[in-house]
C-alpha cells in the first residue's frame, strides 16, 4: 500500500448517555465518517488521502473532532455538510479550513 500523502482521522468515540465529557459519536461523529467515506467511493478518492476512525482525540468539548496529518490541523463541531469543505479545500486542495479550526488554546 502506498503510503498516503494525507491522513484524516474521525473521532467516533462513544460513551453512555450523560456521561460528562459527552462524545464524538453522541454528537454525530458516525455521520462525519460515513460522509467521508461515502465521498471517497463515489469521487474515487482512494489515492489522494486515507480514512480513519479513531477512539477519543481529547479535546470532547469541542466536538465532533476531525484531525487531518501530516498538518496536524484539528477541526472542531463538524457536521456531515462540512465534509465536503475539508475534502475539497484541505485534502485536495492543501488550504486549511479556518472557520472549521479549533482554537490555538484546544490544540
Ligand atoms: S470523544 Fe471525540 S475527542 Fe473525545
Not at 469521487?43 to 468539548?61: A, E, H, I, M, Q
Amino acid at each position: 500500500m502506498p503510503k498516503p500523502p494525507k491522513h484524516v482521522f474521525i473521532c467516533n468515540q462513544a460513551r453512555p448517555p450523560n456521561h460528562p465529557r459527552g462524545s464524538c459519536q453522541g454528537k454525530g461523529g458516525n455521520d462525519i465518517l460515513q460522509a467521508f467515506w461515502g465521498q471517497v467511493q463515489a469521487r474515487n478518492l482512494w489515492d489522494k488521502f486515507s480514512v480513519t476512525y479513531s477512539g477519543c482525540l481529547g479535546p470532547c468539548d469541542t466536538g465532533p473532532n476531525v484531525l487531518v496529518y501530516p498538518e496536524g490541523i484539528m477541526y472542531g463541531g463538524v457536521t456531515k455538510e462540512d465534509v465536503t469543505a475539508i475534502i475539497d479545500e484541505h485534502l485536495l486542495g492543501d488550504k486549511v479550513v479556518e472557520r472549521l479550526k479549533v482554537p490555538e488554546s484546544v490544540w
